[in-house]
């Protein structure tokens, strides 16, 4: 007979014990250790952030350990959680070439929301997925200017094959301007696929932000894609196991390449 058992949905906090041995992660960047920024969005929001180090920062008047990397010149990814027993993740592309700024806040479903079924929240008209994501645009020290960052449909068609490393490795499939498939090829998720709500943003020429929620596990993702180096950089977030006590927040990073172009 058959074998019509499918493969087990892990923890975030496996998926990260499996993506980080070998990992193609960047390496912390120092290029912004003591800098000041004023961040300033478009509905008047605002913040305060020193740098530093590549390992830390001062958000606000409160210090966290946060990670610093860039993948091209100019442009920075920084990433950390604030709040005590509810985390909230922050992740900040601070684009200095430009005077740019795009900041991506986070937070996860407690217990009871992540337990809803998806038939009950479709059928109340909500999103399949429990984790939510604020995304703003906005300017660094009040600079005008420069390409501004906004959504962006230029990823949609294409399906990209990622190794996190030689023992992991995904695809994605671009869909529309709401959802995506990955596809675990192999590593800690393999056989694995789902279809999960996501968020495109163009940073620069080739370079995009890509943002995605998963709705079995809570999770949320951001990542910098770079189609010019073909590589990523980013983070995932989540509980680190199913007993929604404690949280992962771990750096990935990719090689990439395109495997095909579906033109709608």
């Known amino acids: 007979m058959k074998n019509t058992k499918t493969p087990n ?10 993506f980080a041995a070998n990992s193609n992660v960047l390496d912390v960047h120092e290029g912004l250790n003591g800098r000041s920024f004023t961040l300033t969005f478009a509905d008047g929001e605002t913040h305060d952030c020193r740098i530093l180090g590549s390992t830390s920062l001062i958000w606000d ?8 990397t860039s993948i091209r010149e ?6 950390f959680l604030t709040g005590e027993k509810a985390k909230e993740s922050l992740s900040v592309v601070l684009d200095d070439a430009n005077g740019q700024v795009t900041l991506v806040g986070g937070s996860l479903p407690n217990e009871e929301t992540a337990s809803a079924s998806a038939y009950d929240r479709a059928r109340q008209g909500m999103e399949l997925t429990g984790v939510d994501a604020t995304i703003l645009h906005g300017s660094l020290n009040g600079v005008q200017g420069g390409m501004a960052h906004a959504p962006t449909k230029e990823l949609i068609g294409l399906r ?23 596809h675990c090829i192999k590593g800690s998720e393999s056989g694995l696929a789902d279809t ?6 163009a940073i620069s020429e080739q370079l995009y932000l890509f943002i995605w929620r998963e709705k079995i596990v809570p999770t949320l993702g951001v990542i910098l894609i770079d189609l010019k180096r073909m590589k990523t950089d980013g983070k995932i977030f989540g509980y680190s196991g199913f007993d929604f006590s404690t949280y992962t927040n771990f750096p990935v990073g990719a090689v990439a390449d395109v495997l095909n172009m579906t033109t709608y």
């Open 196 to 201: 999960d709500r996501c968020h495109y943003i």
């Open 160 to 182: 990209n094959r990622y190794h996190y490393s030689p023992e992991e490795a995904y695809e994605h499939l671009y869909l529309n301007e709401n959802f995506y498939t990955w």
């Open 61 to 68: 008047g409160s210090t966290y350990e946060a990670r610093v």
């Open 74 to 79: 100019g442009i920075y990814f920084v990433d």
């Open 9 to 18: 949905f892990i923890s975030v906090g496996a998926l990260g014990e499996g």
